[in-house]
């Protein structure tokens, strides 16, 4: 059996806060079974108008909330996954995800390709957009496992592209801002993602009052395994290889399509 959690809170602008968030619900997690911890978009620093302050907290891959990240991994024996501001220029910063292993190693990184201008807000100000470029997946316990962010679940051929790579996993952190209808699209676009490519979905949201919450596990057949509502928490789901094949041979969508993606 194979369990991940979705751990859902709302950082803010104190990075030691936000670390020790991290570190009590991974640890949460992992006592619940947990082997791959997923932690939501903008972990390591959030504030609601990324500004100067974003730029400054903005550390590289080899800066102290990595390795933070790398030793809660390994004192817990998981994969661990948040989203941090990762250093670009003096005027931008990446919106990257990584993904870092039991050994405390970095195993995968992702950075946001679609921007949030959207909606009344304007990330591309201040954030760089990642490169298009082969993505990057990483193995967990019979799982080919991509990751993509938030905005991006908008765009269906970025978790195409992913599951052209092998992915039959893809994780989602996020900052899904509220609004009107905003909930509706999260649901319905993070349980498409799954349905369409006949995987596993683990998205993992803000807490309110910025985000919408309701982060959650979505199987390949569009079922809703866990969720964890409009409150900071924790949900564990099991998930199974043998599940996305069953799926696979009663729904062979991925291999009927006659379409492909390329980037324009």
């Known amino acids: 059996m194979s369990f991940v959690a979705v751990c859902q809170f709302a950082p ?4 030691v806060a936000n670390l020790a968030v991290i570190h009590s619900f991974a640890s949460s997690a992992a006592s619940r079974g ?27 891959l080899d800066g102290p909330f990595v ?6 991994a390994v004192s817990l024996g998981i994969h661990l996954v948040a989203g941090m501001l990762e250093t670009v220029d003096a005027s931008h910063f990446s919106n990257t995800i990584v993904a870092v292993s039991p050994a405390g190693v970095v195993e995968a990184t992702y950075r946001k390709l679609h921007l949030y201008d959207a909606f009344g807000q304007q990330e591309s100000d201040i954030v760089r957009a ?5 993505p990057e997946t990483f193995a967990w316990e019979g799982f080919t496992v991509g990751m993509q962010t938030c ?18 996993l ?29 995987i596993y979905v683990a998205a993992a949201d803000h807490a309110p009052p910025i985000g919408v ?25 099991e998930v199974s290889s ?3 094949a069953a799926v696979r041979q009663i729904n062979p969508a991925l291999a009927l399509r006659r379409f492909g993606t390329h980037p324009l």
């Open 242 to 244: 043998e599940r996305v």
């Open 34 to 60: 947990a082997t791959l911890v997923v932690f939501p978009e903008y972990s390591s620093f959030f504030e609601i108008e990324a500004g100067a302050a974003s730029i400054a907290a903005s550390e590289p």
């Open 130 to 134: 990642g490169d298009i470029a082969p």
């Open 170 to 198: 893809v994780l989602v952190p996020a900052e899904w801002v509220r609004g009107p209808l905003k909930e509706h699209h999260w649901r319905t676009l993070v349980t498409a993602r799954a349905l369409e490519n006949t």
């Open 151 to 168: 905005y991006d679940i908008r765009f269906p051929e970025v978790s195409r592209r992913l599951v052209d790579a092998g992915a039959d």
């Open 67 to 72: 390795d933070a990240l790398c030793s809660i």
């Open 12 to 15: 803010g602008t104190d990075a």
């Open 213 to 237: 919450g309701n982060s959650m596990v979505v199987d390949p057949m569009g079922v809703e395994l866990v969720t964890i509502g409009e409150e900071a928490g924790i949900a564990v789901a």
